[in-house]
């Protein structure tokens, strides 16, 4: 098995995913909140690029939201904005969410340009069910920081990093890979290094370090987004399954 | 003083680079062999991306040398390979070299479409000249990873944190520049961080260990070479100057 990391969008013009099993991770802020809203119910995640489409989209489905930012501040017309711990039950249950995330919406749309099938969304909030899923798979294996206008993002890494140390000793790195692994040991503490990012540092000095807090928690949620090719991005959620049947599966799962 | 490290060359489209200090660093092996070459006394070197082009260029100029491989390989025709101990000053002295170098020659091309006025080329050989000119500059800095093929490679980062290590506390980081300075900590010994990169074992397996010694020796050299813009990018080295006006400046001193 092999294990690719990404640490730029960019750098998804070099490289074929064909075959791969893909992560887009963008944990400031937007896979964050894509995993926070499907977590709490929502239907499903539209992740478009600019406010005008979320809107646009949203007049043909009124019972839809349309959420995002722009330079973290809130849009005018948007039901919820860029920070996870906005997105709860009572707010987005049952509801389709029109997200605008240049960074994440970008990345995942070049990954199915370059030849994904699929695209997992991992951040910390669903370490876990990313990881084991990527074993469980057995294939090779791309992630892919969003980052930040095509730049690198160090918060994306560290999550890249320890995702690696999951999988076990035997996979193949990448230089990329290696990287990656290399800056998520510097950092015992994965709030540490969000704060040490620079986008860490922009959400704290316009407000946002309880989103920091939230989006450092490992494992607050056992699901597995996943987005599917379109015209329109289409992110849903499978509720891992329990691997002894005598369980009764999750609402939802898919297995 | 801001410093940028640009992890892959594809981070180069996100970039303006207009009134900063530029560097590309392709540690295996192409600016190695480059400072080598000028080191060595070699009049100039022009990097090309072809061997058809090196070719091309050198039937109009006949004391030229064609020099340059294709993975790793020598090419039917050229004077010299791509290893930096084959540039000798026997072989280089007086000469124009044209070597072929994919990753090394688009990383510059494309630093000068994005506004760098002139590139200085970096190498561990010369790590020390580098850095203390980006000092004196006292501008924004911007460090290239040429990389491989749009990718990122460890070797090439690791040097970029040994500079900005060199640059003092007060510079401002990227996420790229903390990412780089991080790599480079975790490597006590250069050589070790070569052999750790995907290139690296590469060149290993192919019988090219010397040519990872000879590229992890720090300033061996004591030289800053810079490549100009143009329809043909021309590469030649200005020897660092003496401080002290008593001492006769070295041969080919711009100061």
Redesign the interface.
């Known amino acids: 098995m092999k294990v690719d990391v990404l ?2 969008p ?2 998804l ?3 074929d995913l064909r075959g791969m099993a893909v992560v887009v991770v963008d944990v400031l802020r937007a896979t964050s909140t894509i995993v926070t809203a499907l977590a709490n119910g929502a239907a499903e995640v539209v992740p478009v690029e600019t406010p005008e489409e979320a809107l646009r989209y949203r007049l043909g489905d009124p019972a839809a939201l349309a959420c995002g930012a722009r330079g973290g501040k809130p849009v005018e017309g948007f039901g919820l904005g860029n920070s996870p711990v906005e997105y709860t039950p009572e707010r987005v249950e049952g509801r389709r969410i029109y997200l605008t995330t240049t960074n994440g919406t970008e990345a995942i749309r070049k990954a199915f340009e370059r030849g994904a099938g699929e695209v997992l969304i991992g951040a910390f909030l669903n370490l876990s069910s990313v990881c084991d899923e990527l074993r469980r798979r057995g294939r090779d294996i791309a992630l892919i920081c969003a ?1 930040k ?6 918060e994306d ?1 560290v999550f890249c990093g320890r995702c690696i140390e999951r999988l076990g000793d035997e996979a193949e790195l ?3 890979a ?2 990656a692994r ?2 998520s ?2 950092f015992a503490d994965v709030k540490e290094a969000l704060l ?4 860490g540092r922009y959400l704290v000095s316009i407000g946002f370090e309880r989103d920091i807090d939230f989006c450092a928690r490992e494992d607050l949620f056992d699901l597995l987004p996943t987005a599917e090719p379109g015209d329109l991005i289409r992110i849903t959620a499978s509720p891992r399954c329990p691997t002894a049947p005598s369980q009764a599966p999750p609402r939802g799962c898919r297995a």
Chains 1, 2 share one sequence.
Do not use: K
């Open positions: 640490i730029s960019s750098e013009s070099s490289v980052g206008e095509g730049r690198a993002g160090l890494l990448t230089d990329g290696v990287i290399i800056a040991r510097s040490s990012s620079q986008h």
